[in-house]
Protein backbone atom coordinates (compact mmCIF):
# COMPACT_ATOMS: atom_id res chain seq x y z
CA UNK A 1 0.00 0.00 0.00
CA UNK A 2 1.31 3.49 -1.18
CA UNK A 3 2.43 5.54 2.09
CA UNK A 4 2.08 9.46 0.74
CA UNK A 5 3.95 11.98 2.49
CA UNK A 6 3.00 15.65 0.80
CA UNK A 7 4.71 15.30 -2.50
CA UNK A 8 6.59 12.28 -1.89
CA UNK A 9 5.24 8.60 -2.26
CA UNK A 10 6.47 5.77 -0.71
CA UNK A 11 5.75 1.89 -2.26
CA UNK A 12 7.18 -0.81 -0.63
CA UNK A 13 7.58 -3.77 -3.45
CA UNK A 14 9.03 -7.16 -3.73
CA UNK A 15 7.19 -10.70 -2.40
CA UNK A 16 9.19 -8.96 1.12
CA UNK A 17 8.58 -5.78 0.48
CA UNK A 18 12.33 -5.24 0.20
CA UNK A 19 12.21 -2.51 -2.28
CA UNK A 20 11.49 1.13 -1.26
CA UNK A 21 10.47 3.28 -5.04
CA UNK A 22 10.25 6.68 -3.68
CA UNK A 23 8.63 8.93 -5.84
CA UNK A 24 9.34 12.57 -5.85
CA UNK A 25 5.81 13.71 -6.27
CA UNK A 26 5.55 17.22 -7.63
CA UNK A 27 5.75 17.59 -11.61
CA UNK A 28 3.88 20.50 -11.96
CA UNK A 29 7.07 22.26 -10.23
CA UNK A 30 9.38 19.69 -11.90
CA UNK A 31 9.97 18.09 -8.84
CA UNK A 32 11.54 21.32 -7.55
CA UNK A 33 12.58 20.65 -3.85
CA UNK A 34 10.85 22.85 -1.31
CA UNK A 35 11.87 22.52 2.48
CA UNK A 36 8.99 20.39 3.01
CA UNK A 37 9.84 17.93 0.38
CA UNK A 38 13.38 18.31 1.60
CA UNK A 39 12.37 17.16 4.80
CA UNK A 40 9.80 14.34 3.82
CA UNK A 41 13.13 12.67 2.18
CA UNK A 42 14.66 12.91 5.25
CA UNK A 43 12.12 11.02 7.31
CA UNK A 44 11.54 8.49 4.87
CA UNK A 45 14.67 7.12 5.11
CA UNK A 46 15.02 7.78 9.37
CA UNK A 47 11.56 5.51 9.21
CA UNK A 48 12.38 3.11 6.60
CA UNK A 49 10.33 -0.16 7.43
CA UNK A 50 12.58 -2.73 8.44
CA UNK A 51 11.90 -5.12 5.31
CA UNK A 52 13.53 -3.09 3.11
CA UNK A 53 16.80 -3.88 1.48
CA UNK A 54 17.16 -1.43 -1.32
CA UNK A 55 15.71 1.52 -2.55
CA UNK A 56 15.20 3.59 -5.65
CA UNK A 57 14.26 7.17 -6.11
CA UNK A 58 12.73 8.21 -9.31
CA UNK A 59 10.67 11.76 -10.52
CA UNK A 60 7.10 11.72 -11.91
CA UNK A 61 7.01 13.57 -14.96
CA UNK A 62 9.19 14.67 -17.72
CA UNK A 63 12.05 15.26 -15.11
CA UNK A 64 13.79 13.77 -12.45
CA UNK A 65 14.44 17.20 -10.89
CA UNK A 66 14.45 21.04 -11.22
CA UNK A 67 16.75 20.91 -7.91
CA UNK A 68 16.41 23.69 -5.06
CA UNK A 69 12.45 25.49 -5.03
CA UNK A 70 13.68 28.65 -6.03
CA UNK A 71 10.63 30.53 -4.91
CA UNK A 72 11.13 29.64 -1.19
CA UNK A 73 14.94 31.36 -1.73
CA UNK A 74 14.37 35.25 -1.75
CA UNK A 75 13.81 36.27 1.59
CA UNK A 76 16.37 34.52 3.52
CA UNK A 77 19.20 36.51 5.16
CA UNK A 78 22.65 34.76 5.71
CA UNK A 79 21.50 32.90 9.08
CA UNK A 80 18.48 31.09 7.44
CA UNK A 81 20.83 30.35 4.53
CA UNK A 82 23.16 28.48 6.89
CA UNK A 83 20.41 26.42 8.34
CA UNK A 84 18.74 25.98 5.57
CA UNK A 85 21.95 24.28 3.77
CA UNK A 86 22.66 22.35 6.98
CA UNK A 87 19.33 20.98 6.76
CA UNK A 88 20.00 19.82 3.25
CA UNK A 89 23.16 18.29 4.57
CA UNK A 90 20.83 15.93 6.86
CA UNK A 91 18.85 15.33 4.91
CA UNK A 92 20.82 13.91 2.45
CA UNK A 93 23.06 12.12 4.57
CA UNK A 94 20.15 9.95 5.59
CA UNK A 95 20.15 8.93 2.04
CA UNK A 96 24.28 8.32 1.50
CA UNK A 97 24.73 7.31 4.98
CA UNK A 98 21.62 5.73 5.95
CA UNK A 99 19.66 2.66 6.07
CA UNK A 100 19.81 1.00 2.55
CA UNK A 101 21.67 1.75 -0.58
CA UNK A 102 19.60 3.79 -2.83
CA UNK A 103 19.63 3.87 -6.90
CA UNK A 104 18.61 6.67 -8.47
CA UNK A 105 16.73 6.61 -11.67
CA UNK A 106 17.50 9.68 -13.70
CA UNK A 107 15.28 11.07 -16.43
CA UNK A 108 14.82 14.30 -18.04
CA UNK A 109 16.28 17.49 -15.79
CA UNK A 110 18.94 16.43 -13.05
CA UNK A 111 19.57 19.65 -12.16
CA UNK A 112 21.31 21.90 -9.12
CA UNK A 113 19.79 20.53 -5.90
CA UNK A 114 18.75 17.37 -8.10
CA UNK A 115 21.72 16.34 -8.76
CA UNK A 116 22.91 17.02 -5.27
CA UNK A 117 20.35 14.39 -4.37
CA UNK A 118 21.56 12.26 -7.05
CA UNK A 119 24.84 12.24 -5.70
CA UNK A 120 23.86 11.65 -2.37
CA UNK A 121 22.72 8.06 -4.19
CA UNK A 122 24.93 4.89 -4.26
CA UNK A 123 24.24 4.13 -7.91
CA UNK A 124 22.79 6.33 -10.53
CA UNK A 125 20.84 5.35 -13.86
CA UNK A 126 20.63 7.97 -16.51
CA UNK A 127 17.97 7.17 -19.45
CA UNK A 128 19.19 8.55 -22.71
CA UNK A 129 16.26 12.03 -21.63
CA UNK A 130 18.58 13.06 -19.05
CA UNK A 131 20.69 16.20 -18.65
CA UNK A 132 22.64 17.47 -15.87
CA UNK A 133 23.61 20.96 -15.13
CA UNK A 134 24.64 23.14 -12.35
CA UNK A 135 23.00 26.28 -12.88
CA UNK A 136 23.74 27.67 -9.19
CA UNK A 137 26.52 29.25 -10.85
CA UNK A 138 24.50 31.73 -13.33
CA UNK A 139 21.86 32.43 -10.59
CA UNK A 140 24.20 34.40 -8.32
CA UNK A 141 24.28 31.04 -5.80
CA UNK A 142 26.23 28.18 -4.87
CA UNK A 143 25.29 24.93 -4.20
CA UNK A 144 24.06 23.99 -0.61
CA UNK A 145 23.18 20.56 -0.45
CA UNK A 146 26.48 18.89 -0.04
CA UNK A 147 27.07 18.83 -3.99
CA UNK A 148 30.60 20.67 -3.73
CA UNK A 149 31.77 17.76 -1.58
CA UNK A 150 29.86 14.93 -3.08
CA UNK A 151 29.82 16.12 -6.95
CA UNK A 152 33.78 16.28 -7.34
CA UNK A 153 34.21 12.61 -6.11
CA UNK A 154 31.97 11.51 -9.29
CA UNK A 155 34.01 13.89 -12.00
CA UNK A 156 36.65 15.50 -9.91
CA UNK A 157 36.51 19.30 -9.17
CA UNK A 158 37.72 20.16 -12.66
CA UNK A 159 34.61 19.57 -14.40
CA UNK A 160 32.11 20.84 -11.68
CA UNK A 161 33.82 23.68 -11.95
CA UNK A 162 33.26 24.02 -15.61
CA UNK A 163 29.40 23.53 -15.10
CA UNK A 164 29.34 25.78 -12.51
CA UNK A 165 31.29 28.75 -14.14
CA UNK A 166 30.54 27.99 -17.62
CA UNK A 167 26.49 27.31 -17.22
CA UNK A 168 27.45 23.85 -19.36
CA UNK A 169 24.61 21.25 -19.65
CA UNK A 170 25.93 17.70 -19.82
CA UNK A 171 23.93 15.46 -21.76
CA UNK A 172 23.19 11.64 -20.36
CA UNK A 173 26.46 10.41 -22.71
CA UNK A 174 28.55 13.10 -21.61
CA UNK A 175 27.11 12.75 -18.11
CA UNK A 176 27.85 9.03 -18.06
CA UNK A 177 31.10 9.02 -19.27
CA UNK A 178 32.32 11.75 -16.98
CA UNK A 179 31.20 9.75 -14.03
CA UNK A 180 27.97 11.23 -12.78
CA UNK A 181 26.12 7.93 -13.86
CA UNK A 182 27.18 4.72 -13.81
CA UNK A 183 24.19 3.35 -15.96
CA UNK A 184 23.06 4.84 -19.22
CA UNK A 185 19.50 2.90 -20.86
CA UNK A 186 17.09 3.60 -23.49
CA UNK A 187 14.61 6.71 -22.83
CA UNK A 188 12.02 5.66 -20.31
CA UNK A 189 13.79 2.48 -19.31
CA UNK A 190 16.05 3.77 -16.18
CA UNK A 191 13.23 2.98 -13.78
CA UNK A 192 12.99 -0.69 -14.66
CA UNK A 193 16.52 -0.84 -14.97
CA UNK A 194 16.94 0.69 -11.22
CA UNK A 195 14.52 -1.50 -10.10
CA UNK A 196 16.60 -4.63 -11.18
CA UNK A 197 19.42 -2.90 -9.78
CA UNK A 198 18.09 -2.86 -6.38
CA UNK A 199 16.54 -6.45 -6.18
CA UNK A 200 19.59 -7.60 -6.98
CA UNK A 201 21.35 -5.23 -4.38
CA UNK A 202 18.43 -6.33 -1.93
CA UNK A 203 19.44 -10.29 -2.56
CA UNK A 204 23.08 -9.59 -0.63
CA UNK A 205 24.22 -10.43 2.56
CA UNK A 206 22.72 -7.18 4.71
CA UNK A 207 26.27 -6.56 6.26
CA UNK A 208 28.26 -6.77 2.89
CA UNK A 209 25.96 -4.06 1.76
CA UNK A 210 26.60 -2.02 5.09
CA UNK A 211 30.38 -2.22 4.86
CA UNK A 212 29.92 -0.58 1.53
CA UNK A 213 27.54 1.78 2.39
CA UNK A 214 29.47 2.67 5.68
CA UNK A 215 33.00 2.06 5.17
CA UNK A 216 34.25 2.33 1.64
CA UNK A 217 33.39 6.07 1.63
CA UNK A 218 35.18 6.50 4.92
CA UNK A 219 38.09 4.30 3.70
CA UNK A 220 38.25 6.72 0.44
CA UNK A 221 38.94 9.62 2.59
CA UNK A 222 41.91 7.90 4.84
CA UNK A 223 45.16 8.32 4.39
CA UNK A 224 46.49 4.78 2.57
CA UNK A 225 47.66 3.53 5.80
CA UNK A 226 44.53 4.31 7.94
CA UNK A 227 42.58 2.48 4.95
CA UNK A 228 44.36 -0.13 5.06
CA UNK A 229 44.06 -1.13 8.63
CA UNK A 230 39.99 0.18 8.50
CA UNK A 231 39.89 -2.35 5.65
CA UNK A 232 41.27 -5.58 7.12
CA UNK A 233 38.76 -4.79 10.51
CA UNK A 234 35.92 -4.82 7.81
CA UNK A 235 36.33 -7.36 6.06
CA UNK A 236 36.82 -9.63 9.57
CA UNK A 237 33.30 -8.45 10.51
CA UNK A 238 31.53 -8.88 7.34
CA UNK A 239 33.52 -12.57 6.71
CA UNK A 240 32.01 -13.16 10.34
CA UNK A 241 28.68 -13.20 9.93
CA UNK A 242 27.18 -16.84 9.49
CA UNK A 243 25.01 -15.53 6.18
CA UNK A 244 29.17 -15.19 4.73
CA UNK A 245 29.88 -18.54 5.80
CA UNK A 246 27.13 -20.41 3.82
CA UNK A 247 27.56 -18.57 0.48
CA UNK A 248 31.18 -19.56 0.42
CA UNK A 249 30.20 -23.04 1.53
CA UNK A 250 27.48 -22.90 -1.15
CA UNK A 251 29.80 -22.34 -3.81
CA UNK A 252 32.65 -24.70 -2.55
CA UNK A 253 29.88 -27.18 -2.71
CA UNK A 254 29.05 -26.49 -6.12
CA UNK A 255 25.45 -24.87 -4.85
CA UNK A 256 26.71 -21.11 -5.16
CA UNK A 257 26.45 -18.79 -8.59
CA UNK A 258 29.57 -18.49 -10.63
CA UNK A 259 30.40 -15.29 -11.84
CA UNK A 260 29.45 -14.70 -15.77
CA UNK A 261 30.46 -12.63 -18.50
CA UNK A 262 27.39 -10.48 -19.43
C1 LIG B 1 10.46 25.77 -10.53
C2 LIG B 1 11.77 25.26 -10.57
C3 LIG B 1 12.61 25.51 -9.45
C4 LIG B 1 10.79 24.72 -12.41
N1 LIG B 1 12.10 26.22 -8.42
N2 LIG B 1 10.02 26.46 -9.48
N3 LIG B 1 17.19 25.05 -10.36
C5 LIG B 1 17.17 25.69 -11.55
O1 LIG B 1 17.70 26.76 -11.70
C6 LIG B 1 16.41 25.01 -12.64
C7 LIG B 1 15.17 25.80 -12.97
N4 LIG B 1 14.27 25.07 -13.84
C8 LIG B 1 14.47 24.93 -15.18
O2 LIG B 1 15.50 25.31 -15.72
C9 LIG B 1 13.37 24.31 -15.96
O3 LIG B 1 12.17 24.45 -15.21
C10 LIG B 1 13.57 22.79 -16.26
C11 LIG B 1 14.69 22.62 -17.29
C12 LIG B 1 13.90 21.99 -15.01
C13 LIG B 1 12.25 22.21 -16.84
O4 LIG B 1 11.80 23.01 -17.94
P1 LIG B 1 10.27 22.90 -18.40
O5 LIG B 1 10.14 23.75 -19.63
O6 LIG B 1 9.86 21.47 -18.50
O7 LIG B 1 9.39 23.52 -17.19
P2 LIG B 1 9.14 25.06 -16.80
O8 LIG B 1 8.03 25.60 -17.67
O9 LIG B 1 10.39 25.83 -16.77
O10 LIG B 1 8.64 24.93 -15.29
C14 LIG B 1 7.34 24.46 -14.96
C15 LIG B 1 6.97 25.09 -13.63
O11 LIG B 1 7.87 24.65 -12.63
C16 LIG B 1 7.07 26.61 -13.66
O12 LIG B 1 6.12 27.09 -12.73
P3 LIG B 1 4.70 27.69 -13.24
O13 LIG B 1 4.00 28.07 -11.97
O14 LIG B 1 5.04 28.83 -14.15
O15 LIG B 1 4.02 26.55 -13.98
C17 LIG B 1 8.46 26.86 -13.07
O16 LIG B 1 8.59 28.14 -12.49
C18 LIG B 1 8.52 25.77 -12.01
N5 LIG B 1 9.88 25.43 -11.68
N6 LIG B 1 11.95 24.62 -11.74
C19 LIG B 1 10.84 26.69 -8.45
N7 LIG B 1 13.87 25.05 -9.39
C20 LIG B 1 20.54 23.12 -1.78
S1 LIG B 1 20.99 24.33 -2.82
C21 LIG B 1 20.54 23.86 -4.39
C22 LIG B 1 20.57 25.03 -5.28
C23 LIG B 1 19.84 24.78 -6.54
O17 LIG B 1 19.28 23.74 -6.78
S2 LIG B 1 19.83 26.10 -7.62
C24 LIG B 1 19.18 25.43 -9.09
C25 LIG B 1 17.69 25.60 -9.14
Known sequence: MPIQTNDLTIELRGDQQQIALITLNRPSKRNALNDGLVLALRDVFQGMPHSVRAAVIHGNGDHFCAGLDLSELSERNAAAGL?????????LDQVERGPVPVVAALHGAVVGGGLELASA??????????????PEGSRGIFVGGGGSVRIPRLIGTARMADMMFTGRVLSAEEGERSGLAQYLVPQGTALD???ELATRIAANAPLTNYALMQALPRIAEQPADHGFFTEALISAIVQDAPEAK???????????????KQ
Open 121 to 134: CHIRVADASSFFAL
Open 193 to 195: KAL
Open 246 to 260: ARVREFLEGRGPKVK
Open 83 to 91: HHSRMWHHA
